[in-house]
């Protein structure tokens, strides 16, 4: 399939907006009517075939427009891409792991010439023609991980793991749900999720490190988690906390539909081979309440969840305000009836909206 | 399934080095290639051993970044179980095996401004690896290495012919000993050191430095562990609801996955943490060999890692 690439923004007029596609595989969260933190991970090898799930790293209608959203990002704070000096050769690891699986998943958009450390990349979704060594800074506009992440969806935090335990010292986040990567920086698994409720309590983090210890090469893991965002914005940091955390105040009950939107991250989880750190790629997808509720099992599902979510939740994700206003206009599409298992949405065999 | 990923490989090199070291070449049986990894990595190699599956970590000794095949150097071990006499001697050229992809639980501090590298005996395998990824990055280490004697000194004359400023050698016939106290005290600022050798050796220098103010995170190591035999004994699997039999030369891994009971594992050695199993109910002692649990734990006698471990007594009961 070849990918029509929206032109759009994530900033100022937001045009950026889901096609019939996009919506169809959008990645809902919740496989039942309810939602808690959970260790809820799985390998990542593959998924129903055009799901989000299929390929390594998944390109979509929104890539070329997220990569130029990017760009303005580093251009206005250049801190969000960090990598500490011990990193670099995980940075060849990714540039490697990201140019190789889209050069073989995407053949169309994507190619990799190799001869021996001679490569040639050439992405033609960015117009990039470029060939460079292997291995060698100089011949690389940027670092290694930079070079790369500024042509990949989503964001990218890569690990150091040193004993028994995942250090940040690399990344590139500029999509982030509230959290600064500059902050961040040279923390440890545990420091960095210290503002999060409940988990830590319920031993979910001990048990989500060990299973990351032990993340080998050539078997992926991934795990979904979600929140809420206001207008279709990418860039929500704590940094431009002024310029996007007063938009939460426009919501009405006449503009939430299209303004409100439910933002899930695919997180995968990969083993780098020559340095054993371990990158975490972060990728946000955005979806609008009204191009939701086109599922009629995912607009009863989503009521049912804002609905019974406990406050701590909804504070940390920072939505406890709106939801009020959220629930009544959810509750619209909340029939009562039951809903089948599991994210998908079940379009052919769920009843329509009775109501 | 358990365990890391699987490699289908034949073996196409066989290099005797000395009256107890075997080097094995594997490459792809496809003929593609071989994954890259960090220096210091393991593979698993599983051996069909009569009616025994046997899967025993090896450390990858090949340059990292050769992806056209892997070597690994195997000690006998005449009192061990077989592992290491099967690859002796069933192993033939040409061989169709199954290894693991690399795995590294013995990796290097990145951050480290000099590695300073402690071997004992067979323990140099990682270190070998270790040397040439830091080559190819231009790091800064040097090796000590002590062996029985000159004979049993695996890869020692390949060493000092290239590098030898930093490859020192000791023997123990000839009453050379690692002034350790010194060589620590010597270091430079930001040294990691990096032991790999019988159990003596790593204790002797953790304490070493440890007594010596050196912090924790700053001293690795890697112990070659491999199931040692042992009395034969019964164990209950409560949620399989099975009641197996662990004889003498094999581990209690082994007769969990004999008994075609799935579990998880991925060093077999002791080391990862991934076999953890729970004990329901005991009675008898312990042979904990692993490096996993704490000494709390071992003692409190809820917990075993059955790669390694043992049980001597009347019942035990697990939750698997
Ligand atoms: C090594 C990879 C990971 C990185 C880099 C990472 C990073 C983060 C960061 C930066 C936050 C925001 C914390 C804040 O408020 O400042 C967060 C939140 C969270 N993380 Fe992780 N995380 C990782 C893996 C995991 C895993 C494996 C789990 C599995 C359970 C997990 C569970 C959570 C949860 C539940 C939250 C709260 C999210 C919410 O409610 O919106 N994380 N993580
Ligand atoms: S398998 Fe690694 S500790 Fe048992």
Redesign the pocket.
């Known amino acids: 399939m070849t990918i029509q690439f929206n032109d759009e923004s994530f900033r100022d007029d937001y045009t950026f907006h889901n096609s019939d596609w996009a919506i169809k595989r959008f990645p809902f969260p919740f496989h039942e009517d309810s939602y808690m ?5 799985e390998q990542h090898k593959g998924g129903p075939e055009g799901s989000v799930y299929e390929m390594r790293f998944d390109v979509d209608e929104h890539y070329v427009s997220e990569m130029k959203d990017r760009a303005l990002v580093l251009d206005q704070d250049p801190l969000r891409c960090q990598s500490l000096p011990h990193m670099t050769l995980a940075g060849w690891d990714l540039l490697e792991l990201i140019m190789v699986s889209k050069s073989e998943d995407y053949p169309d958009l994507f190619e990799l010439h190799r001869n021996g450390n001679q490569w040639r990349w050439i992405n033609k979704p960015m117009g990039i023609d470029h060939s460079f060594t292997f291995m060698d800074e100089t011949t690389l506009p940027y670092g290694p991980m930079e070079y790369i992440t500024r042509q990949a969806q989503g964001d990218f ?1 890569v ?1 150091d793991q040193r004993d028994e335990m ?1 250090w ?1 010292d690399a990344g590139m986040v500029t999509t982030q ?3 600064s990567l500059d902050f ?1 920086i040279g923390m440890n ?1 545990f420091e ?2 210290a ?2 409720p409940k ?1 830590h309590e319920m031993g ?2 001990k048990r ?1 490190l060990k ?2 210890l032990n993340i080998q090469q050539g078997a992926p893991a991934r ?1 979904l ?3 809420m965002t206001v207008n279709p914005l990418l860039d929500t940091s704590p940094e431009n906390y002024h310029q996007w955390g007063i938009q939460k105040t426009t919501l009405t009950p006449e503009n939430i539909g299209h303004k409100q939107h439910l933002r899930v991250e695919l ?1 995968t ?1 990969f083993r780098l081979p020559r340095s054993n750190a ?1 990158v ?1 790629p972060i990728r946000c997808y955005l979806c609008s309440f009204q191009d939701l509720m086109t599922a009629p099992k995912w607009g009863r599902r989503l009521h049912r969840v804002i609905r019974d979510l406990p406050d701590e ?1 909804a504070t ?2 920072g939505f406890i305000d709106n939801r009020p206003m959220m629930l009544d206009y959810l509750s619209q599409f909340d029939d009562g009836l039951p809903t089948s298992a599991g994210v998908w949405p079940d379009l052919e065999t769920e009843p329509p909206l009775a109501k | 399934m358990s365990g890391a990923e699987k490699i289908q490989v034949k073996v196409t090199e066989i290099t005797p080095l000395n009256e107890l070291v075997t080097r094995f070449r594997f490459e792809r049986i496809d003929g593609g290639h071989l994954p890259t990894f960090s220096g210091g990595a393991h593979t698993v190699v599983e051996m069909q051993d009569g009616g025994i599956t046997r899967l025993n970590p090896y450390s990858l000794m090949s340059s990292p970044f050769d992806q056209s095949s892997y070597t690994i150097s195997v000690r006998r071990d005449d009192q061990g179980r077989g592992g290491s006499l099967f690859m002796h001697q069933q192993v033939k050229l040409g061989d169709e095996m199954t290894i693991s992809y690399p795995v590294n639980l013995f990796s290097l501090d990145l951050r480290a401004r000099k590695h300073l590298f402690l071997a004992g005996g067979i323990g140099i395998t990682p270190f070998l690896a270790q040397i040439k990824q830091l080559e190819l990055l231009h790091g800064h280490w040097e090796l000590h290495y002590a062996c029985r004697n000159e004979g049993l000194a695996s890869y020692a004359d390949q060493l000092t012919d290239r590098h030898p400023n930093e490859t020192h050698l000791y023997y123990d016939d000839q009453d050379q000993v690692i002034d350790l106290k010194n060589l620590l005290r010597g270091q430079p600022l930001g040294t990691h050191v990096y032991v790999c050798g019988p159990k003596g050796m790593i204790d002797w220098v953790r304490n070493t430095a440890s007594a010596d103010g050196w912090p924790e995170d700053c001293v690795h190591y890697e112990e070659f562990l491999a199931p040692q035999p042992g009395k034969p004994f019964e164990v209950r699997l409560a949620k399989s609801d099975k009641v197996i039999h662990v004889g003498e030369n094999e581990s209690l891994l082994e007769a969990i996955e004999r008994e075609g009971v799935d579990a998880p594992y991925l060093c077999r050695g002791g080391a990862c943490g991934q076999c953890e199993t729970v004990v329901l109910d005991h009675d008898g002692n312990f042979v904990h060999r692993d490096h996993w649990l704490t000494d709390e734990e071992k003692a409190a006698g809820k917990k075993i890692m059955p790669c390694v471990s043992r049980f001597e007594g009347k019942a035990l009961v697990l939750d698997r």
């Open positions: 933190y959970s260790v809820n991970m935090v690990l995942l940040m749900a509230d959290w961040d698994f960095w999720h503002p999060v988990a979910i983090f989500a299973f990351l795990r988690n979600w929140t997180q989880f371990l975490f939740l940390y994700k």
